[in-house]
């Protein structure tokens, strides 16, 4: 775990510039001790303080959602929508069901966003490879696919699957459908 941060380590952590993270520092907001060479250094604890002060979530603080389509496309509006909600998460992608997989194991999500059809690995396995993982029980998974026939809807109800939204998305319904399952 890091115990000091540079100016620009945490204006990415606090999602602001650099040259704002110095004004903080000059209007004694965020406090901080510079080395000999006259860089300004942030201690853990006073960043924790700062943020939690000022309402900014920390980074390790985010829920984690991972989204699996081979489209890269609906992965950037998904990224976009998401990002535009009221909620800060932390948003990785992959574009096959292998690639998902991995970076599950990897990457912990909280939220996997999956769509159905896709090369190397469908939907369902991922899904089934999920539900699984003694590891992964909290995992909350929610189903995406711009298949919107009645088959494709049993399926998923024959499934056990009950989160799923068909594309093109809703922006609401799919805020609203994310941060229910968070």
């Known amino acids: 775990m890091k115990k000091v941060y540079s100016t620009s380590e945490v204006a990415r952590l ?60 609906d992965v950037h509006i998904m990224e976009e929508i998401l990002q535009l909600g009221d909620r800060a998460f932390r948003i990785d992608h992959a574009y096959d069901g292998e690639e998902g997989l991995f970076k599950i194991g990897v990457y912990k999500p909280d939220l996997v966003i999956l769509d159905i059809y896709m090369p190397r690995l469908d939907g369902f396995k991922v899904y089934d490879l999920i539900k699984a993982a003694p590891a992964m029980a909290g995992t909350q998974v929610l189903f995406v696919t711009g298949q919107n026939e009645d088959a494709i809807v049993m399926r998923l109800k024959n499934h056990g699957i009950d989160s799923f939204m068909t594309k093109p998305l809703d922006h609401e319904r799919f805020l609203a459908t994310v941060s229910a399952l968070l």
């Not at 993270?21 to 250094?41: A, D, P, Q, S, Y």
């Open 14 to 73: 606090c999602h602001v510039t650099a040259k704002t993270v110095v004004n903080w520092i000059e209007t004694g907001k965020l406090k901080c001790m510079k080395t000999g060479g006259g860089f300004r250094k942030i201690f853990r604890e006073e960043l924790l303080r700062f943020m939690a002060a000022n309402n900014i979530p920390f980074e390790d603080d985010l829920k984690k959602i991972l989204i699996i389509d081979d489209n890269p496309d």
